[in-house]
């Protein structure tokens, strides 16, 4: 028997995996009852922290610290992951290539000077315009920003490009087993000439952030606080990213008097240092510029829910030689922020009955049930066609990804079994999310297209087209007013002036 549900709900899309996934916070809630008593900001308080960067209101925790020769694979596991405990593992980076590479905009531009990079402005969420050179506004290759952009308002907040993957060694706490290295879902590449910040922001996925040249600071505070004493964005109940609406340049104590009773913690990454940012964890970062005025840093993703740790076997050092799920080439459009492709393994999983436990999700194998081809396609194309409302990506036929999905997981021989789906390669779930998933236009090269309004850009050329008194729109003209009246590039610009 088929159950056939939406599985693109957000009810439905994570409420299996999030049974797997939500693991008990270190504080006990009598202690959480008494912290969020009613708290009304005294004089004292409002004087040393009203319309200060946050964290004036109390002394930090110093978050947790050790050296990487004291912190294995496993251990970083059982003692930080699965309690989702942030720590700042030092010298976790200092074997990777990239210390000594990357800093040497030498040697960065002749082996990479090419490749293209996603751009942000330095202050997360301000209202400043996104800089912008080659493939348009947020893109730039590294040769340009290094030269240029590197010192004005842009900030590279990007896929790191694949290439770029040869000079990156996976941490040692990542690299004790290849259940674990194997589940990298992204690599990013943080870079700017220092001074940037971000809001209070919590992510969807694991992370390990590895600093080459600069500082990173780093404060973090307890999910418990989230609407508790720290205010939060609304989002859907089903989202695990979000960010906070306090400004952590000017904490408004008046308005947000609850901030005082938020307990927060404290710790400074240095070059060569990695720190551990737990998913759904609210946390703000601060960089600093190395004395040759650079902030470089990765960051190595990794799932919310871990395969167990085996024991056996050795993870190449490289995170070329293991890779990741989402890689990016470094030309092209991006996979940034992407899901898990094992959410859609899971969702499979769904399809095979109405009355999942945890142990069935985390052990489908011990459940029964089979579907037939006709029976798992039918069910495949109907929870996405319902989920899509019509809306697919092109050339997306979800009748055919079923199909070919049944014939992957069965080797075109008998039924689809739990156990099937379960064996299937991570590659058959990533592919059909590549069909499924409209791609972020931040992500694209369109991206400009999307920022500025075509009636802006139409008033600007009938108002320079009136100002040459009948004399034409030359293209230079075109191209200057378009950037610098409405803050684009000059590609896109000619490309536009060609297009009219």
Known sequence: MVHRINFWEPANFFSCYLVLVILPLSKTTTAEETRFAPVIANKTML?????KPFGRHRP????????????????FIDAYVSHRRPVLIRGAAMDSPAMTLWPDDDVLLERYGNLRVKLETKREKEAARILGAEGGLGRSTLR??????????AYVVSQLPHPMHADVHIPRVLRGD??????????????SA?????????DGDNALNCVITGTKNWTFVHPSYMNRGLPMAQESESEIGGYSILDVDAVDLKEFPEVSSVDWSFGVAQAGDCVYVPWGYPHQVRSGASAEGQNIAFSLLFPVSLAPLDGHGRVPQRLSDVGVAWDYSGMGNMTMGNIDPAFLRVEVLRLFGDNLT??????????AGNLSRQEFITAYETAILEHSQGDLVSDCNPRSEAAHFYDMATSRAGLLTRQMVVDTPIAVFLSHLTC?????PANTELYEYYVLDVEDVMAMAMKRLIASSGGGLTRSDFVAHYVRDLGGTRDVAMTTFDAL
């Open 436 to 440: 499924m998933l409209h791609p972020d």
């Open 194 to 202: 220092g001074s940037t910040r971000s809001v209070i922001h919590k």
């Open 178 to 191: 290849p259940a674990l290295a194997e589940q990298l879902l992204e690599a990013d590449l943080w870079m």
């Open 60 to 75: 930090f925790i110093p978050l947790d610290a050790i050296h990487t020769s004291e912190l294995s694979a496993t251990e």
């Open 144 to 153: 340009t920003f290094v030269k240029t952009l590197r010192y004005h308002n």
């Open 358 to 367: 945890t142990m069935q999700c985390i052990a489908p194998q011990q459940a």
């Open 47 to 51: 004087e040393r922290a009203h319309l």
